[in-house]
T-cell receptor, first 110, second 115 residues
């Protein structure tokens, strides 16, 4: 079973707009990570946020974590066509095992 | 530095056969994890190896097995293939102690089709 659930399942936006997706999880975590996957290829690590952090930035990415609500959000600002991909949140259940959500498919229209 | 490589990239097998997939981690990385990705189940954790020892295993039947060699390269084997084993198999490596607090670097995956 999956620990995380992303919302929405799919998102279509115009180039230049912001994209926001959310992840909810069930149990306590050590950290939460976001990954991107382009069209059935390998995953690319985007950002890791630890359980004692509330917000983290990396370039056009902003991630928040609310451990009281067991939720996280990923914001992509000023989206580009190259941002078209599936985005997954992953929670670390223990030291060696990541549990992934079902993913949000983002389509950026030119 | 070369990334994680997986071979073969594509594989077609028939039910009942067995298959071996290979993963070469980034140089210096000692932890290798394997994941299965299907449209229905999403990404599911298979197992994780560090210094030739399996440290964690997901909820998969015994037909799925793996091992890691002294050079950190890893293989996974699926015996008696079933149609439901058709999936993208991804491996990931990380440095340090292999904790998931380290960044996981994924390979491009092996697309297995079982006919």
């Amino acid at each position: 079973s999956q620990q995380g659930e992303e919302d929405p399942q799919a998102l279509s936006i115009q180039e230049g707009e912001n994209a926001t997706m959310n992840c909810s999880y069930k149990t306590s975590i050590n950290n939460l990570q976001w990954y991107r996957q382009n069209s059935g290829r390998g995953l690319v690590h985007l950002i890791l946020i630890r359980s004692n952090e509330r917000e983290k930035h990396s370039g056009r990415l902003r991630v928040t974590l609310d451990t009281s609500k067991k939720s996280s959000s990923l914001l992509i600002t000023a989206s580009r066509a190259a941002d078209t991909a599936s985005y997954f949140c992953a929670t670390a259940l223990n030291d060696y095992k990541l549990s992934f959500g079902a993913g949000t498919t983002v389509t950026v229209r030119a | 530095k070369a990334g994680v490589t997986q071979t073969p990239r594509y594989l077609i097998k028939t039910r009942g056969q067995q298959v071996t997939l290979s993963c070469s981690p980034i140089s210096g990385h000692r932890s290798v994890s394997w994941y299965q990705q299907t449209p229905g189940q999403g990404l599911q954790f298979l197992f994780e190896y560090f210094s030739e020892t399996q440290r964690n295993k997901g909820n998969f039947p015994g037909r799925f097995s793996g091992r890691q060699f002294s050079n950190s390269r890893s293989e996974m084997n699926v015996s008696t293939l079933e149609l439901g084993d058709s999936a993208l198999y991804l491996c990931a490596s990380s440095r340090g102690t292999g904790s998931v607090s380290d960044t996981q670097y994924f390979g491009p995956g092996t697309r297995l089709t079982v006919l």
